[in-house]
C-alpha cells in the first residue's frame, strides 16, 4: 500500500497533535490516572442512584464534586492554618519558652543524670560529653519537626492544584461516561460480549478498591481521632485529618500519628497516656497492615493479600500517593484479565487433536 504525500502529511499533523495534547497533561497523569479509577468506582453508583430520581446527570454529578472537592480542600487548608498559627506562636513567645521546650529540657537533665549515675563506676562520663550530645540530639529533633512541619505547609498550593485537577478529570470522565464507552463499543476491538465483561471488570475492582480504602482510613482516623479525645491531646479535626491521608500508606500507615502523639504525653511526664496512645497505634496499625489486604482480597476472591500488599507498594513507588489505588486495580484487573476476555475460547488440547488428526487420515 502506497500512501500519498498529502494523506502522510495528515497522519504526521494528527500524530504531532494528538502527542502535544497528551504532553501538557503529563504533569498530571497520576491525577488524571486516580480520576479514571474513582469514575469507574462512582459511576454505576451514582447512575442507579440518579436515574429514579430524574436528575439530570451533567448537573448533579458537578454539584456532588463540588461537594467533593470542599471536602478534600477544608482539611488540607485547616492543618495548614493550625501548623502556621502554631509556628507563628512559637515564633513570638520563642522556642525555648514554649511548654514542649522546658519538658525536653527536664527530660534531658533527667537522662543526663541517670547516664551520670549508671556510668559512674566505669569512668565513661570524662571520656564522652553525653549532655553535649544529648543538646545536639534534642536541637536537631526541633530543626527536624520545624523544617518537616515548614516543608507540609509549603506543599498546601500544590496539593490544593492536585486535588482541582483530580476533580475536574473526574468531572470529565463521569460526565462523559456514556459517550467515552460508545466510542470505546464503536472500534469493535472486542465483541460485544467480551467489551461489557471488561468494563464491568474495571468497574467492580475499581469500586472495591475505592470503597475499601475509604473505610479503613475512615476507621484509622476515628480510632486516632477518639484516642486524641479521650487523651485530650491535639485537636481532633487535625489529627484525625493527618490520620485519614496517611492512613492510605501501607505499611506506615495511621500507627505513627499516635506514637507521636504518646511521646508528646511520654515528654509531657504523662506515662498513663503515652500508653493508651501505644495501644491506640498498636489497633490502628493492625487495621492498615491485616484488614487493609484482607478486604481487598475478600473482595477479589481470587487476590492473594501478599500480592496485594506488594502491588500497594510498587504502585506507590512508581505513581506516588495515587499509586495506593491504582495498584490494587490494576493487580486484580491482571488476575482476572485473561478468564474475562478468553472466557469462550477453549484452549486445545494436544491428546485430542492427534486423535483428531488420525481420525481424518484415516478417512
Not at 522556642?95 to 519538658?103: C, D, G, I, P
Not at 479503613?216 to 481532633?236: H, N
Not at 485519614?244 to 507521636?260: C, E, K, Q, R, T
Request: proline share 4%; aromatic share 12%.
Amino acid at each position: 500500500m502506497s500512501w500519498t504525500r498529502k494523506e502522510i502529511f495528515k497522519y504526521l499533523m494528527a500524530t504531532f497533535f494528538l502527542l502535544a495534547f497528551a504532553f501538557l497533561f503529563l504533569p498530571f497523569y497520576s491525577e488524571i490516572l486516580l480520576a479514571a479509577i474513582f469514575a469507574l468506582a462512582m459511576e454505576p453508583s451514582l447512575g442507579r442512584w440518579l436515574q429514579p430520581r430524574h436528575f439530570r446527570w451533567k448537573i448533579s454529578v458537578a454539584l456532588i464534586l463540588a461537594g467533593m472537592f470542599v471536602l478534600l480542600a477544608f482539611p488540607i487548608n485547616y492543618v495548614a492554618y493550625r501548623t502556621y498559627r502554631y509556628f507563628v506562636k512559637m515564633s513570638q513567645s520563642g522556642v525555648q519558652n514554649s511548654e514542649l521546650f522546658q519538658k525536653l529540657t527536664e527530660l534531658k537533665s533527667k537522662v543526663t543524670e541517670f547516664i551520670t549515675q549508671l556510668t559512674s563506676g566505669w569512668d565513661l562520663y570524662e571520656q564522652f560529653d553525653f549532655a553535649g550530645i544529648l543538646d545536639e540530639g534534642l536541637t536537631h529533633s526541633l530543626n527536624f519537626v520545624v523544617g518537616a512541619s515548614t516543608n507540609i505547609a509549603s506543599r498546601i498550593p500544590s496539593l490544593l492544584i492536585s486535588c482541582f485537577v483530580f476533580v475536574a478529570a473526574l468531572y470529565y470522565f463521569l460526565a462523559e461516561a456514556r459517550t467515552l464507552k460508545t466510542v470505546f463499543m464503536k472500534q469493535r476491538l472486542l465483541s460485544p460480549n467480551e467489551a461489557n465483561n471488561f468494563i464491568h471488570l474495571l468497574q467492580r475492582s475499581s469500586y472495591n478498591t475505592v470503597i475499601t480504602s475509604i473505610v479503613i482510613a475512615a476507621l484509622q482516623a476515628t480510632i486516632v481521632g477518639v484516642g486524641s479525645l479521650i487523651f485530650q491531646t491535639g485537636e481532633f479535626p487535625v489529627v484525625w485529618a493527618v490520620t485519614f491521608f496517611l492512613s492510605f500508606i501501607p505499611v506506615i500507615g495511621a500507627a505513627p500519628v499516635a506514637i507521636a502523639l504518646g511521646l508528646v504525653e511520654l515528654v509531657m511526664g504523662s506515662v498513663g497516656h503515652a500508653i493508651g496512645f501505644g495501644v491506640v497505634a498498636i489497633v490502628a496499625g493492625t487495621t492498615d497492615n491485616l484488614v487493609r489486604p484482607y478486604l481487598i482480597s475478600s473482595n477479589e476472591h481470587d487476590l492473594n493479600p501478599v500480592v496485594s500488599l506488594l502491588a500497594i507498594i510498587g504502585s506507590l513507588l512508581i505513581f506516588g500517593m495515587p499509586g495506593l489505588f491504582l495498584g490494587p486495580v490494576i493487580a486484580s484487573v491482571a488476575v482476572k484479565i485473561i478468564p474475562t476476555l478468553f472466557e469462550g475460547e477453549q484452549i486445545p488440547d494436544p491428546a485430542t487433536e492427534v486423535a483428531k488428526g488420525r481420525a481424518k487420515k484415516g478417512t
